[in-house]
């Protein structure tokens, strides 16, 4: 099978592509708005980019066409935004952030997620999150109806116990992030690993 997405197949992109990119990881998202309000909202087109300087990225789309997500508009505002990663206890959670609210509204209160100071940024991290990426924006790119927000990751911070803070390896079995898979309601979990050493 061959799928020209030029062509009449171009407004099933989404569908195709997201269920063969899989597994992604999930950016549980928090920004806050200019009267500070909180927003947390998950995406799962998102990943590490670089190491040099440590940059992430992540896609909010629009609520509705040319009507950016809260994620986005914040961003924009304030040049920050925190990641935090989502292991299989906060699946639930993370799913319920994913509701429409009217802006302004939280949704950590909708999904029982405690908001803790960040470092050197002002939105929140979360205090169940395995880890979280304090960011500044760098960059913004618009192609076409697509967002790429980049963003410099400033400060990690990790649940105690998951890495060998020696080797900066995770330990075995003390991580278990969960992975979006196809659309609309499709996630995995990561506990059957295996391993490959390079040639």
């Not at 899989?22 to 309000?37: H, M, N």
């Not at 900066?168 to 898979?181: D, E, F, K, T």
Request: proline residues 10%.
């Amino acid at each position: 099978m061959e799928i020209d997405l030029t062509g009449p197949h171009r407004e099933d992109a989404y569908m195709i592509l997201s269920g063969l990119v899989t597994p992604r990881p999930i950016a549980l998202t928090t920004t806050v708005d200019r009267e500070g309000r909180v927003n947390a909202a998950p995406f799962s087109f998102f990943n590490v980019l670089g190491d040099s300087p440590p940059i992430v990225g992540l896609c909010p789309g629009d609520r509705e066409p040319g009507v950016p997500k809260d994620t986005a508009l914040n961003i924009r505002l304030t040049q920050e935004f925190v990641v935090n990663l989502v292991d299989e206890p906060m699946a639930e959670a993370m799913n319920l952030c994913s509701s429409s609210l009217p802006p302004g509204e939280n949704e950590l209160k909708l999904a029982g997620l405690t908001a803790v100071p960040s470092r050197g940024v002002q939105p929140p991290r979360l205090a169940e999150a395995p880890a979280s990426l304090e960011c500044r924006c760098h960059s913004i790119l618009e192609i076409g109806a697509n967002r790429l927000v980049i963003g410099e990751v400033l400060r990690v911070h990790v649940r105690e116990g998951l890495f060998d803070s020696e080797t900066w390896l995770l330990r075995p079995g003390s991580y278990h992030p969960i992975g979006r898979m196809q659309a609309p309601h499709w996630y995995c979990r990561t506990l059957d690993l295996f391993e490959l050493r390079r040639p």
